[in-house]
């Protein structure tokens, strides 16, 4: 839990409860798998080639959980259609964390207490699903 001040006011921020502060509310959060390929755009783009670019380029390299764009696009359309009043920081955390079952999410995303097992149980093996079968 972090405390933010902004404008002489405090703002709590806590995301196991989706309380992200202000500045995230309507900002869409990307999985890193999207970060990818966002930073894998043509050099020719004006992308910076500085030590910090390539070695966060080299992390999303090394941690992205669906390499290819289809894979990576379908993840997000499997997450949204299955809950759809899910928040964006929950949807990026889901594809990220991978979990294998509705317990092991909702326990590293507290957030998601609010939907049925069965449900997320079905997108969460669709998922893996997708996972193992990218080319």
């Not at 043509?42 to 289809?70: A, I």
């Not at 894979?71 to 929950?90: C, H, K, P, W």
Request: hydrophobic share 35%.
């Amino acid at each position: 839990m972090a405390l933010r001040l902004q404008q002489n006011q405090a703002e709590e921020e806590d995301a196991s409860q989706l309380k992200l502060s202000s500045e995230f509310a309507n900002d869409l959060c990307l999985s890193i798998s999207e970060v990818r390929f966002l930073l894998e755009l043509p050099r020719d783009r004006g992308v910076p080639d500085t030590q910090v670019y390539n070695k966060t380029l080299d992390y999303v390299r090394t941690f992205t959980k669906f390499p290819t764009q289809e894979s990576t696009q379908a993840v997000r359309a499997l997450i949204s259609r299955g809950m759809d009043d899910l928040a964006q920081f929950e949807t990026a955390q889901i594809a990220n964390l991978t979990p294998l079952t509705a317990d092991e999410a909702k326990s590293v995303i507290p957030t998601l207490q609010r939907y049925d097992d069965d449900v997320l149980q079905g997108i969460l093996d669709e998922m893996q699903t997708l996972r193992k079968f990218q080319t």
